[in-house]
């Protein structure tokens, strides 16, 4: 079973900057897209940046020129570098990834458990 493991969550100041890592675990299986998602309170889980295997990305609206998404997939991890943070970016943030398992037609789909981003103004 594969699990998503996130860290780099805190407390920053808006115009800061942090970065979060999101690390795959289990064996035998192969990713295609990861992603990361933001769930403010009261509002619905969005998308934030996905990252395909080949390296293509996509952003939100709201994060583009300021988010960027990277992945090491020797080490099934994918990062989220957050600069120019603005306090509408608090949210929990959660990582997620797909792909099947090796010499296997099964797939999965996965979530971390989320981490924590406060922006203070």
């Known amino acids: 079973q594969v699990q998503l493991v996130e860290s780099g969550g805190g407390l920053v100041q808006a115009g800061g900057s942090l970065k979060l890592s999101c690390a795959a675990t289990?064996?035998?299986?192969?990713?295609?897209?990861m992603g990361w998602h933001r769930q403010a309170p009261g509002k619905q889980r969005e998308l934030v940046a996905t990252?395909?295997?080949?390296?293509?990305?996509d952003y939100a609206d709201s994060v583009k020129g300021r988010f960027s998404i990277s992945r090491d997939s020797a080490k099934n991890t994918v990062f989220l570098q957050m600069n120019s943070l603005k306090p509408e970016d608090t949210a929990v943030y959660y990582c997620n990834a797909d792909g099947h398992y090796s010499g296997s037609p099964l797939t999965f789909a996965t979530w971390g458990q989320g981490t924590q981003v406060t922006v203070s103004s």
């Open positions: 289990g064996s035998a299986f192969y990713i295609n897209a």
């Open positions: 990252i395909t295997a080949g390296g293509s990305t």
